[in-house]
């Protein structure tokens, strides 16, 4: 999968999410988080917009340090050619970010200098 560094050093990579109600996906571009340890957390905004089912809830430890109960929802993404069934975290924010969760089993290369971000399977390279 190939990705992009904006011109503000984020590194981003478009992915396909949708309802597991919906036939259409939706392609957002989310942000590389290393420093979160799940998948998926979506704006709130989004979430309603895709109509995604309310799932459950999760415990979590903010970057702040403070806890806080997360709604969870059910999704499929499009990962690497295949459809995965998710439970992406909701949250107030502006941007989605996608966390080691998903990467786990990767190779993740960002170069800031050619502004270019790449995932790779361990096995086949690029995909």
């Known amino acids: ?3 992009i560094v ?10 396909k999410i949708q309802s597991p109600a919906e036939p259409e996906p939706a392609e957002i571009d989310v942000w590389i ?8 957390v979506i704006p709130r905004s989004l ?3 895709l109509s ?3 799932s459950g809830s999760v415990d979590a430890v903010l970057a702040d340090g403070s806890h806080a109960e997360l709604q969870t ?3 499929v993404i499009e990962w690497f050619g295949t459809q995965r069934k998710l439970e992406v975290i909701a949250n107030d924010g502006e941007f989605p970010l996608l966390g080691v969760g998903l990467l786990l089993g990767l190779e993740l290369r960002i170069d800031y200098r050619d502004f270019q971000l790449t995932l790779n399977t361990a096995a086949s390279g690029n995909v």
Do not use: H, I, N, W
């Open 6 to 15: 904006d011109s503000s050093g984020r590194s981003l990579l478009a992915v």
């Open 47 to 49: 979430v309603e917009k």
């Open 1 to 3: 999968m190939q990705g």
């Open 73 to 75: 929802f059910s999704c």
């Open 33 to 40: 988080d290393t420093g979160f340890t799940g998948d998926l």
């Open 52 to 54: 995604l089912q309310q």
